[in-house]
């Protein structure tokens, strides 16, 4: 059963409920039951309490809280909606639970600060997490997700399970610290299986990372990560999923790692290893003194094709840890068919290794076979932050690409980045990139 909060809300906000949601919902007989009989929506109504049934967002609602979807149930948010979450407050998916947020282009789904445009900053609220029943390589398969009260679990034997399906959705200014040193990411992904949806998603001002993969695995398209001031992409304890068409932008003055790819920090062979496969990508760095482009560590693995990595001010490619080397060296690492250019403008060099290693990793990277460019310009149209245009201009060797392996089940592609031509450009129309 459906329940949506109409105009009743305002007895729901009396009795400190504070919940809203909108629309018609459908039970199992098929008939439309609202909690008093209409169909009209309370924009701005405050939710504070956790969703214990079936939900509807269909008009515009404030987080007051650290609000849980539980029960097994799902909320829906639809197209157009904007969520505007106070300091202190997140929408977390509980295991068993979904969350459907799937917008349009010309109306997608909105998570951001409630602050008023050009007074929001990182940090406004919390963001949102997603917990789900996949495996992961913590020992025992299950994880606690730090900073929450009580134990908030992820990770399971169900390799298909869903968090849900986002789509044409934006998630803005998030990154509270929930305690010291414990700040939440714009989007969080724990244990999240082969059926979520994942589609045309941006995360934008986040204080932490951008998305972060917590095991699990499933495959995402069309993402947008910008001003991300720590990772734009963070993925660990044994994810492999398949993402492709992946554009980030770092804010000049901040951000660290376009992709922070790490397997597990306690046992560094932890299986299932973490090893993505990520083709199509244009990331522009920026000039923050942590500003480098790809890291693997912690024994992670991984397949990347078809990159341009360009403009970080430190490293193109840092390698750390004797099992990472070890990935490579067996080919469990894969960069191929990547353009790579105006990177190291800080002087802290192109390719790091750990201490006292001998892996020649510039060895590995500038490899003839590997198809990299290498001092080339992508020709991009724009790189300015906060007007950013990734469409190649005519000439580009980034048009010359080759397409990935036939085992990654993406979209074919035959050039180098994330975007060809205007036409195949999915970063404009439903993006943000306003600084405040």
């Known amino acids: 059963m459906t329940k949506n909060i109409a105009s009743a809300a305002l007895i729901a906000l009396s009795l400190s409920l504070s919940a809203c949601t909108g629309g018609e919902g459908e039970s199992d007989t098929n008939t439309t039951n609202t909690t008093n009989g209409t169909d009209d929506c309370v924009d701005g109504a405050e939710v504070t309490a956790d969703i214990t049934e079936d939900t509807t967002w269909s008009c515009d609602v404030v987080l007051g809280a650290i609000v849980t979807v539980n029960n097994n149930a799902t909320l829906t948010i639809e197209p157009g909606v904007t969520v505007r979450g106070k300091s202190g407050s997140a929408l977390v998916i509980n295991q068993g639970s979904k969350l459907i947020a799937e917008g349009a282009e010309d109306a997608p789904i909105v998570l951001t600060s409630s602050q008023a445009p050009g007074a929001r900053s990182r940090g406004d609220w919390g963001g949102l997490v997603l917990l789900g029943d996949a495996p992961i390589n913590l020992a ?98 044994g994810f492999s999923g398949k993402l492709q068409h992946i554009f980030i932008h770092q804010d000049p003055a901040d951000g660290n790692y376009a992709f922070e790819i790490s397997n597990q920090d306690v046992n560094l062979d932890a299986t299932p290893r973490t090893a993505p496969m990520i083709a199509n990508v244009t990331a522009v760095g920026g000039d923050s003194p942590k500003s480098a482009a790809l890291k693997l560590k912690e024994g992670a693995a991984g397949e990347f094709h078809n990159m341009i990595i360009t403009n970080f001010n430190g490293a193109q490619v840092d390698l750390t840890e004797t099992q990472t080397e070890d990935q490579a060296a067996t080919g469990e690492i894969v960069i191929k068919n990547s353009l790579f250019f105006g990177n190291n403008r800080g002087g802290s060099g192109l390719y790091i290794v750990s201490e006292a290693s001998t892996f020649d990793l510039q060895g590995f990277v500038e490899d003839a076979a590997s198809g990299n460019l290498f001092d080339v310009d992508p020709k991009l149209g724009s790189a300015a932050w906060g007007a950013p245009n990734i469409v190649p201009a005519a000439g580009s060797p980034a048009l010359n690409g080759v397409r990935p392996p036939a085992d990654f089940t993406g979209e074919p592609s035959d050039f180098i980045g994330a975007v060809k031509d205007e036409a195949s450009d999915f970063t404009q129309g439903w993006t943000n990139y306003a600084p405040n």
């Open 140 to 237: 025992g398969g299950t994880g606690i997700a730090e900073g929450f009260q009580g134990e908030v679990k992820y990770g399971g034997n169900d390799p298909t399970s869903s968090c849900g399906s986002l789509k044409y959705l934006r998630v803005e200014f998030a990154g509270f610290e929930l305690t010291t040193d414990n700040e939440l990411n714009a989007i969080t992904f724990y244990g999240c299986g082969s059926g979520t949806v994942v589609d045309h998603v941006q995360t934008h001002m986040g204080d932490d990372d951008g998305f972060e993969m917590f095991g699990g695995g499933f495959d995402a398209s069309h993402l947008v990560a910008s001003g991300i001031g720590d990772d734009s992409l963070d993925i660990d304890q």
